[in-house]
């Protein structure tokens, strides 16, 4: 019985100490987002119902607006930058700019987007009255 004692101790002492429980991956802009409002010019411009925006890795963002045909153009962001940068390549030309220009702030399942329709990239968050900046929050997806 000792013997078992003994080497059922040494069992325990030699084993692995636990390290810390393993990290989450931070959360990530890449997936499917659906966007709950939006405001251009300091005035609300709610989503059409069915709207949806995926990101993908390969650095393609498709924005669907309700029953419309889906949109895509390339993106790039640096989420280095403080606060992080993201930028559209406008897919129309319409712009008559290379890129939209804009910052974002990811919080768990939620995604703020802030973005020059036109002129410097936003600093803050926000799109006051007669500015070209467009503030959009989106949610992540559900999945089923």
Do not use: H
């Amino acid at each position: 019985m000792q013997t078992s004692l003994i080497l059922g101790l040494a069992l325990l002492v030699s084993a692995p100490i636990p390290k810390d429980p393993p990290k989450k991956d931070a959360p990530s802009l890449f997936g499917e987002w659906v966007p709950e409002s939006a405001v251009i010019g300091g005035k609300v411009d709610p989503p059409p119902p069915g709207s949806t925006m995926t990101i993908t890795t390969k650095g393609r963002l498709v924005m669907k607006e309700g029953k419309d045909e889906p949109v895509e153009m390339d993106f790039t962001f640096d989420p280095k930058r403080d606060p992080p940068e993201i930028d559209f390549a406008e897919p129309r030309g319409g712009m008559g700019q290379k890129a939209l220009k804009g910052i974002y702030k990811l919080d768990g399942d939620t995604l703020m987007i802030c973005i020059a329709m036109g002129g410097d990239r936003p600093t803050a968050f926000t799109s006051p009255a007669g500015s070209m900046n467009m503030l959009i929050t989106l949610k992540r997806a559900k999945k089923d």
